[in-house]
T-cell receptor
Framework: DAGITQSPRHKVTETGTPVTLRCHQT?????MYWYRQDPGHGLRLIHY???????DKGEVSDGYSVSRSKTEDFLLTLESATSSQTSVYFC????????????FGSGTRLTVV | GESVGLHLPTLSVQEGDNSIINCAYS??????FIWYKQESGKGPQFIID?????DKRQGQRVTVLLNKTVKHLSLQIAATQPGDSAVYFC???????????FGQGTRLTINP
């Protein structure tokens, strides 16, 4: 998707290992979000950021941490991956709340074995 | 749980027919609504949005209707094409919140 890239696109990792997913934007948008998508659950918010170093928890934040040291990058870290964290992870960006929608990245498919 | 939901999880229509996808929301403070389309293996894509001071908005082959009285949102797709096959999500912005609330999604399949 234009202006937002996620890396890696696919990853297989072992239980107990740390994993970091990266979201990079070139739109200079203030808001960035991490979602996970699982069958039967739709999109669930993990964490979001409303500015550099400003982050907050979403509805499924346990086991995840985030960092945003600069406007363009929002990192999602699984400190010790578990099989329940096998999912597709989407990053989204927004210029403002209640004014604009979100632009989503293409997703990262993470498998924890 | 989420305040945005869907009446039907799946919808199957004939190619060329019109499609109507429904969404119910429960938060009267929601002031902005969006429909997204997600094709297999891709991220959700913005289709159309509508603000709470409107009851209808049209785009190219798509129309969104908002009925605030019954807290109902619908997406109408005219002359449905095979490329319209996807999962469609509605999302609402609750005034003052910093995040959208997404529905579960409706899978639209097109019969030839």
């Amino acid at each position: 998707d234009a202006g937002i890239t996620q890396s890696p696109r696919h990853k297989v990792t072992e239980t107990g290992t740390p994993v970091t997913l990266r979201c990079h934007q070139t739109e200079n948008h203030r808001y960035m979000y991490w979602y996970r998508q699982d069958p039967g659950h739709g999109l669930r918010l993990i964490h979001y950021s409303y500015g550099v170093k400003d982050t907050d928890k979403g509805e499924v934040s346990d086991g995840y941490s985030v960092s945003r040291s600069k406007t363009e990058d929002f990192l999602l870290t699984l400190e010790s991956a578990t099989s329940s964290q096998t999912s597709v992870y989407f990053c989204a960006i927004s210029a403002g709340q209640g004014v604009y929608g979100y632009t989503f990245g293409s997703g990262t498919r993470l498998t924890v074995v | 749980g989420e305040s945005v939901g869907l009446h039907l999880p799946t919808l199957s229509v004939q190619e060329g027919d019109n499609s109507i996808i429904n969404c119910a929301y429960s938060n009267s403070a929601s002031d902005y609504f969006i429909w997204y389309k997600q094709e297999s293996g891709k991220g959700p894509q913005f289709i159309i949005d509508i603000r709470s001071n409107m009851d209808k908005r049209q785009g190219q082959r798509v129309t969104v209707l908002l009925n605030k009285t019954v807290k109902h949102l619908s997406l109408q797709i005219a002359a449905t094409q095979p490329g319209d096959s996807a999962v469609y999500f509605c999302a609402e912005n609750i005034q003052g919140a910093q995040k959208l609330v997404f529905g579960q999604g409706t899978r639209l399949t097109i019969n030839p």
